[in-house]
């Protein structure tokens, strides 16, 4: 057999490894401050040559869902569901509409759901996601994403997540990161979609949970949602989901409102090398714009706080190229 020369091989290896290195791993964000930032912290961190090197078994990454990864506005997409839900079980069962809220969710009301307050939110949210099965549950929702579009953009609502932080996510996976979900939205709506939207695993998702109960339904093990309020991941409740579910504090941390700032805040003071990061969302005609006065997703805090702390405020109008995956 004729031996084949080796220089012309080696060449074509050598640039296939230089052309792999110096490939975008952000390719949707701007060349400004911020993308240097992320990638001059993940060098650093990942570099065993370096004084910032972390070793992969610590390289965690937690991210907030609404309005960091996908949309928000102009309310958390899990309450769209929750009134569609409402409106299917009270065309079987009228009798469970109950209060204003309810009867406003059945409608497809969002004002009037919004006009009972958190009290009213949260019955609408427990009686559309209890009594069933956690399995049911999640079929559901996968059912109901495949259907339904958001009311003003027309898209459908797991279109509606951000081709940056997708590119973000899978950089810091091919950096050896571990990558986790940490949302103040339910644990088994997000567990729904988030493998197949961010390459997420359920296992990696922390939300707020209803209590369940373990029954024999048919004679079949089933663990069901039932109608209260186990655990609400927002806020302080954050870094105490985190400690329960992972047992370390992150390095890497993303959130876009203040619902996010305890767990930025935690994170960013543990020892040795910290990444902080707020989405926030300044453009209006692609996305849309909001912080301080906005119902949902609000920013104070963290706008004021960040910068001093040494977290990067992401800047959607200057910051990202794109928005939305391409389709």
Do not use: C
């Not at 004002?111 to 009972?116: F, I, K, L």
């Not at 453009?283 to 997703?297: M, P, Q």
């Amino acid at each position: 057999m004729r031996s084949t020369p080796l220089g012309p091989v080696l060449g074509m290896v050598a640039a296939l490894v230089a052309s792999t290195a110096l490939a975008d791993p952000l390719p949707s964000w701007t060349d400004t401050d911020a993308k240097t930032r992320i990638t001059e912290f993940v060098s650093s961190v990942t570099d065993p040559d370096s004084d910032s090197y972390v070793t992969p078994a610590d390289r965690i990454a937690v991210f907030d869902n609404d309005g960091t990864l996908w949309a928000e506005q102009p309310a958390y997409f899990q309450i769209y569901y929750a009134m569609d839900r409402i409106a299917r079980l009270s065309e079987a069962d009228p009798s469970i509409l109950t209060s204003d809220p309810l009867k406003a969710a059945a409608k497809g009301d969002l004002a009037g759901v919004m006009a009972g307050g958190e009290k009213g939110l949260l019955e609408v949210i427990t009686v559309s996601h209890s009594g069933i099965s956690v399995d049911d549950f999640i079929t559901d929702v996968r059912d109901w994403l495949d259907r339904a579009t958001h009311p003003q953009t027309g898209m459908a609502y797991d279109a509606m997540i951000y081709q940056p932080m997708l590119e973000l996510l899978g950089y810091l996976r091919d950096e050896e990161f571990a990558t986790y979900i940490v949302s103040g939205g339910g644990v088994h709506f997000i567990r729904a979609f988030a493998e197949e939207a961010y390459n997420i695993p359920p296992q990696q998702v922390i939300g707020s949970a209803s209590k369940t109960s373990y029954q024999l339904v048919d004679g079949v093990p089933t663990v069901l949602k039932e109608p209260q309020i186990a655990f609400i991941d927002d806020k302080a409740g954050k870094p105490v989901g985190i400690d329960n579910k992972i047992g370390k504090r992150p390095i890497f941390v993303g959130g876009n409102s203040d619902g996010d700032f305890e767990m930025l805040e935690w994170a960013t003071a543990g020892e040795g090398p910290r990444f902080g990061l707020i989405v926030h969302h300044t453009d209006g005609e692609r996305e849309f714009a909001y912080d301080r006065d906005s119902s949902v997703g609000k920013l104070v805090r963290g706008l004021d706080e960040g910068p001093e702390r040494g977290w990067l405020i992401v800047d959607m109008a200057e910051d990202w190229e794109t928005i939305w995956p391409a389709r």
